[in-house]
């Protein structure tokens, strides 16, 4: 029996087209390749004549059975028409595009051009997962890729390959062989093809900087500032540009002293500038990262900062430096940390501050303070006193920095002075990369929004500095990526402020905090992360590879690239295997951290496939046989049996 078409809109001719839909199927007849079923409430089921074994309607209700068997049976009751044409318009996509708020790597909006049932986006970043910002024309519009629900500004996915989105209406469905082999329903509407051009793939070469200072000047200092001309040339991925800035040397032990050496730089701009197409600001640094074999260090850093949603997240530029015509080698070019557009972005700077804790303790004396009672030494960053318009004072800062410090250090817990979930995925990045510089501290900031005001809390953040991670041991380059994957950043390593650093590790239920947030990298970003290290190498390896010869940098870029991305697979599971056994309770697949009879509940309910039923995995194999099963059920009972 072969598929039935008859289609009428109005009400009138309801009871004639369900007649003659019952005639063709007596008679066996064939009216067309495709059935449209509108049913009164709207959806609609599409089911092709290729797909299709026999229709029936017996006793008031349509039956459809598809080449594999599978039955597809509804009331005819609910059934409003049924047409071998398409009953209504398509719904489409009406804007698409990639922006920086929503893609870290992505620093200027990339707007699809719509032609047709394609639409084509040029991508300027490193990285090829992106999540794309999109409407469609109708209201009750929905848009799946590969069966899976897509929503604007959130979901995320690899665009190395064309990906095909079939907008539609939520409930319309058509009958599909399935890549199984088997027939199932699956959304049905428009097709449309979204092709992402990636222009680092065509790319040569990473952009070039040249900086000509007045007169040829050496720069040869970090205290005082080079007037010079800057020429940033894209190489065809990046927006070019040109314009006064002033230069002066910046670091600590990066800092070389020798002026023709590979040293870091800080660039002051006159007003606010776009560099690259990242956010207006003023100052911006280039990082020299001279220690062998670190080339990579912070650009796999800062996206991993990125994916765990740290605040104040650096942008990493891979360029080419020359200064005076002289070639520096290759760099990144990134944000200044600081109370700024380009950094952290605050309303009202008028009595924040931002802080960092460093053992290099560098500022003037009335810009830092020694912290008790664990003499933390503190830099205050911002606001420079005698620059900045703010209502604070130094004591006053000290006063309210100490008084948090005051309540880890007494075990009087610290929620009333920090914000837990910025905390948590600061701690959370620096235990994966194994960034041992906080625990001295160097190169740790916080800030506070408003330190007059007792409900603000310090937000930890930015991360910086990140060429001593990474299992990196202070000896030689290889040690990057090679050692120290299943280490204990809290108590492996005997620092200055380790027990400050562990007070924060282990106060406030921040073990829970860190499981959940480990949950939601596993997986999706720890694979971003992983191909990152490849992407990043890729568009930068002829850069990176010429500059080796600058400071004898004999590193197989290449296999450390290919080694990152095993070392940082094997410290997320072991960190989050170890989160697991701080956390979870065997048999508590409600989460609730208790065990009890409602957990037998919801753990049958989600065996007899109870769609609403959401258990945590993790706490569901109890008997330890690898997979959820009611021997998991039995052997929560005994737990319970069992308990005081």
Same mark, same amino acid.
């Given at each position: 029996m072969k598929a039935w078409k008859i289609y009428n809109r109005t009400n009138e001719r309801k009871c004639l087209s369900l007649l003659a839909v019952l005639t063709f199927f007596l008679l066996g007849q064939s009216v067309g390749a495709t059935s449209y079923v509108t049913f009164i409430d709207g959806h609609l089921l599409v089911f092709p004549d290729e797909c299709v074994q026999s229709v029936s309607q017996i006793d008031g209700q349509l039956t459809v059975v598809a080449l594999d068997g599978s039955v597809y049976a509804y009331p005819m009751a609910d059934v409003e028409s049924i047409s071998d044409t398409l009953p209504r318009e398509l719904p489409s996509i009406t804007s698409y595009k990639f922006t920086n708020k929503c893609n870290y790597q992505v620093y200027t909006d990339a707007v699809g051009v719509i032609e047709n049932d394609t639409i084509r986006v040029e991508v300027a970043g490193i990285g090829k997962r992106l999540t794309a910002t999109f409407s469609l024309s109708d209201n009750d519009a929905v848009a799946y890729v590969d069966g899976v629900l897509q929503q604007s500004k959130e979901s995320r996915m690899r665009f190395a390959a064309p990906k095909t989105y079939t907008v539609c209406r939520s409930g319309d469905l058509v009958l599909k062989r399935l890549a199984s082999g088997a027939y199932g329903l699956v959304p049905f509407g428009r097709d449309v093809v979204v092709d992402v051009d990636f222009l680092t793939d065509h790319s040569t070469s990473v952009p070039r900087i040249d900086i000509n200072t007045v007169g040829g000047v050496p720069i040869s200092s970090k205290e005082y500032y080079v007037d010079a001309e800057i020429i940033i040339d894209g190489a065809g991925v990046f927006p070019s540009m040109t314009d006064s800035v002033q230069i002066k040397g910046r670091g600590n032990d990066s800092w070389t002293g020798y002026i023709n050496g590979k040293n870091p730089y800080r660039l002051k701009f006159a007003s606010k500038v776009k560099p690259f197409g990242l956010s207006k600001g003023k100052n911006w640094v280039l990082l020299a990262n001279n220690r062998r074999g670190s080339m990579l260090t912070n650009a796999i850093g800062m996206k991993a900062a990125s994916l765990i949603g740290t605040v104040g997240v650096n942008h990493i530029v891979p360029v080419e430096l020359y200064i005076n015509g002289l070639y520096k080698g290759n760099y990144n070019f990134t944000e200044k940390v600081g109370l700024a557009g380009n950094s952290v972005d605050l309303d009202d700077e008028t009595a924040a501050a931002l802080l960092e804790l460093d053992t290099y303790y560098d500022e003037p004396e009335e810009q830092k303070f020694m912290s008790e009672p664990y003499g933390i030494p503190v830099n205050i960053k911002n606001p420079e006193f005698n620059e900045d318009s703010t209502v604070l004072t130094l004591d006053?800062?000290?006063?309210?920095?100490?008084?948090?410090?005051?309540?880890?250090?007494?075990?009087n817990g610290y929620a009333a002075h920090v914000d837990l979930d910025a905390l948590a995925r600061y701690l959370m990045l620096n235990d994966l990369i194994l960034n041992r510089e906080i625990l001295h501290p160097k190169s740790t900031f916080c800030y506070n929004e408003n330190i007059l005001?007792?409900? %603000?809390? !310090?937000? =930890?953040?930015?991360?910086? +500095? &990140?060429?001593?991670?990474?299992?990196?041991?202070?000896?030689?380059?290889? %040690?990057? !990526?090679? =050692?120290?994957?299943?280490? +204990? &950043?809290?108590s492996d390593y005997n620092y200055e402020q380790r027990e400050f650093i562990a007070a924060l590790r282990y106060g406030e239920d921040m073990s829970r905090r860190l499981y959940d947030l480990w949950q939601d990298f596993m997986g999706d970003g720890l694979d971003e992360l992983c191909e990152f290290c490849g992407e990043y190498y890729q568009y930068a390896k002829a850069s990176i590879e010429k500059s080796k010869p600058?400071?004898?940098?004999?590193?197989?870029?290449?296999?450390?690239?290919?080694?990152?991305?095993q070392w940082l697979r094997q410290r997320a599971e072991f960190l989050y295997e170890k989160l697991a056994q701080e956390v979870l309770l065997p048999g508590d697949v409600n989460g609730d951290g208790a065990l009890s009879i409602s957990d037998i509940s919801l753990l049958i309910d989600y065996l007899l496939?109870?769609?609403?039923?959401?258990?945590?995995?993790?706490?569901?194999?109890?008997?330890?046989?690898?997979?959820?099963?009611?021997?998991?059920?039995?052997?929560?009972?005994?737990?319970?049996?069992?308990?005081?």
């Open positions: 006053a800062i000290q006063e309210r920095f100490n008084g948090f410090v005051a309540d880890v250090h007494d075990g005001d007792p409900e %603000s809390r !310090f937000v =930890f953040g930015p991360v910086w +500095d &990140l060429d001593w991670a990474f299992g990196y041991n202070g000896i030689h380059a290889g %040690s990057y !990526f090679n =050692f120290s994957k299943t280490a +204990d &950043l809290y600058v400071v004898n940098d004999n590193t197989d870029y290449n296999l450390q690239s290919y080694r990152a991305t496939q109870n769609d609403a039923a959401t258990i945590f995995m993790d706490n569901a194999d109890v008997d330890g046989d690898g997979e959820v099963s009611v021997g998991d059920v039995a052997a929560i009972l005994d737990l319970l049996l069992l308990a005081p």
